[in-house]
T-cell receptor, first 113, second 117 residues
Framework: KQEVTQIPAALSVPEGENLVLNCSFT??????LQWFRQDPGKGLTSLLLIQSSQREQTSGRLNASLDKSSGRSTLYIAASQPGDSATYLCAADSGGSNYKLTFGKGTLLTVNP | GAGVSQSPSNKVTEKGKDVELRCDPI?????LYWYRQSLGQGLEFLIYFQGNSAPDKSGLPSDRFSAERTGGSVSTLTIQRTQQEDSAVYLCASSLIGQGDLGNTIYFGEGSWLTVV
């Protein structure tokens, strides 16, 4: 059974700081890993998807890496802004299916102006 | 529409009543998912529809929960005889499957917030 853990559970940083969010998963036989953002009272927005054959993906100030062998992924946010404040969730597929996602409980990020 | 649409956005119901939650996926998306997010918990997979294939219902927590997808588009999640522990946000998502570089990015609606009193 896939289990996804995110550390830290919460993080508070000053504006402009670079930061790293961590995600670990127990079953390395994944098709892909995704990072999502969730704003309070809202649904999830997909940020980055890394397929199992890839090692990283970049979008603007975001960079996500994937190390299947160690069961880890990181989300790097450069030059953080107050608008980045949200909960960040990572999700890995599980059970040999490429659709059944197992989510971590998220990291609540607060970027202080 | 431009995104995944869910209704109602909020629902308060009495214990024991049935509720129906509706999801309109992104046009052209063949895959549709339901997830549940309870207070303090992570997202929990409920059910998955892909085209005309039999749905994967392995995440439904009890036989009080059912879902259908009509015409390969709109989906309805039904909870019968609701209990207080059913209170949660029910999130629907859709995606293109087997679409090359698009991989399996899934797009979520804003959820239906269910409160059972």
């Amino acid at each position: 059974k896939q289990e996804v853990t995110q550390i830290p559970a919460a993080l508070s940083v000053p504006e402009g700081e670079n930061l790293v969010l961590n995600c670990s998963f127990t079953d390395s036989a994944i098709y892909n890993l995704q990072w999502f953002r969730q704003d309070p009272g809202k649904g999830l927005t997909s940020l980055l998807l890394i397929q199992s054959s890839q090692r990283e993906q970049t979008s603007g100030r975001l960079n996500a890496s994937l190390d299947k062998s160690s069961g880890r992924s990181t989300l790097y946010i450069a030059a953080s802004q107050p608008g980045d404040s949200a909960t960040y969730l990572c999700a890995a597929d599980s059970g040999g299916s490429n659709y059944k996602l197992t989510f971590g409980k998220g990291t609540l990020l607060t970027v202080n102006p | 529409g431009a995104g995944v649409s869910q209704s109602p956005s909020n629902k308060v119901t009495e214990k024991g009543k049935d509720v129906e939650l509706r999801c309109d996926p992104i046009s052209g998306h063949t895959a549709l998912y339901w997830y549940r997010q309870s207070l303090g918990q992570g997202l929990e997979f409920l059910i998955y529809f892909q085209g005309n294939s039999a749905p994967d219902k392995s995440g439904l927590p009890s036989d009080r929960f059912s879902a259908e997808r009509t015409g390969g588009s709109v989906s309805t999640l039904t909870i019968q005889r609701t209990q207080q522990e059913d209170s949660a946000v029910y999130l629907c998502a859709s995606s293109l499957i087997g679409q090359g570089d698009l991989g399996n990015t899934i797009y979520f609606g804003e959820g239906s917030w269910l409160t059972v009193v």
